[in-house]
């Protein structure tokens, strides 16, 4: 008697850990981000984990989307079961917050759906210590002495760079005028402008040839140029992150990866493939030819012809030329 309960005892303990092994392995449906470390000093990365679950059967894209990093600078991403890391610079002073976060998945139907999180946030440290208030700040060069005979002549240089910024300055103004002019005559839509010069960029083979930062720095300022033309403010003087605050339109938001990207290649010596570098050529044709389409509906309604026009670009060329 004393052994049967001894046995069934030993059954509820089994079926008890298995209970609970059971219901350890099934966790909830749902996205959770993790910024590590919590807090950074500005030119130091982080590291922003997205855990995940799926419903049964679902699945991501080859290339799953985060929504909510729009304007933060991406340095690294990897991708594993369960799990996606992306590398976050910290090139900010002050708030350093992301906006609410979604990850996109398609279930066993192929309908889309959304994985959300809370926004992340972190505490940008000082690059001067915990007391910043207490740091001794040195200057970089010694105490350069008065004395120099050199100091008599100093209204003289003044007043010449004085003439020579004058001088510029009438320059660029005369030639900014004429520039007008020829744009008052005829020009062509900035997007057929925009897509002529990409391709030009491309029939030079530059990056083929190597010269990967030259390509990447005409890249990104013909599509600069192009997103000024279109919305008004002047994203070619903008960095990334000002284009990324002043974006109103959710299709505009398309063209700040390939901004990004180019950064990277420009100022962090990354080297694309070149069919990543394909792919970007791809994505920036389809924004220009999508943007374009409406640009050119708001031209017709105002009654400007869209077809049969010149560059003003090929005027200047040609009255150079014929100057010589």
């Known amino acids: 008697m004393k052994g049967r ?18 219901s350890a392995d099934i966790s909830p449906v749902g996205l959770v981000a993790t910024l590590n470390p919590p807090s950074a000093k500005v030119g130091s990365t982080v590291l922003l984990t997205f855990s995940y679950r799926l419903p049964e059967g679902a699945r991501l894209s080859p290339d799953p989307q985060i929504k909510g990093l729009e304007g933060f600078t991406i340095v690294g991403r990897q991708t594993g079961p369960g799990q996606i890391r992306v590398s976050l610079l910290v090139d900010r002073i002050g708030q350093f917050k992301s ?36 740091a001794q700040l040195k200057p970089i060069y010694g105490i350069i002495p ?44 900035p997007y057929t402008l925009a ?14 040839k190597g010269h990967i930062k030259e390509f990447y720095f005409r890249f990104s300022e013909i ?73 050119e509906s708001v031209l017709t309604a105002k009654g400007v012809p869209t077809k049969g026009l010149r560059s003003d670009r090929f005027r200047v060329k040609k009255s150079e030329e014929v100057g010589r």
């Open 5 to 22: 309960w001894v046995v069934l005892v030993c059954i509820l303990l089994c079926f008890g850990v298995a209970r609970t092994t059971i």
């Open 99 to 134: 906006g609410p976060l979604s990850l996109a998945y398609f279930d066993r139907e192929g309908k889309e759906g959304l994985l959300q999180a809370d926004p992340v946030d972190l505490t940008v440290l000082s690059n001067l210590g915990e007391k910043p208030e207490e």
């Open 146 to 189: 008065t004395e120099s005979g050199l100091i008599k002549y100093l209204p003289w240089v003044i007043i010449a760079l004085i003439a020579c910024a004058a001088g510029i300055g009438l320059f660029l103004w005369i030639r900014r005028r004429r520039n007008r002019r020829a744009f008052g005559i005829s020009q062509d839509p």
């Open 195 to 208: 897509k002529r010069e990409i391709d030009e960029l491309e029939s030079q083979r530059l990056f083929e």
């Open 223 to 295: 599509m600069r140029r192009y997103l000024e033309s279109l919305r008004g403010f002047p994203a070619a003087e903008y960095t990334t992150q000002e284009i990324a605050l002043s974006i109103q339109k959710q299709e505009d938001r398309q063209l700040l990866p390939l901004l990004q990207q180019a950064d990277l290649v420009k100022f962090a010596d990354l080297t694309p493939t070149p069919a990543k570098k394909d792919g970007e050529i791809k994505e920036a044709l389809s924004y220009i030819r999508e943007t374009g389409t409406a640009f």
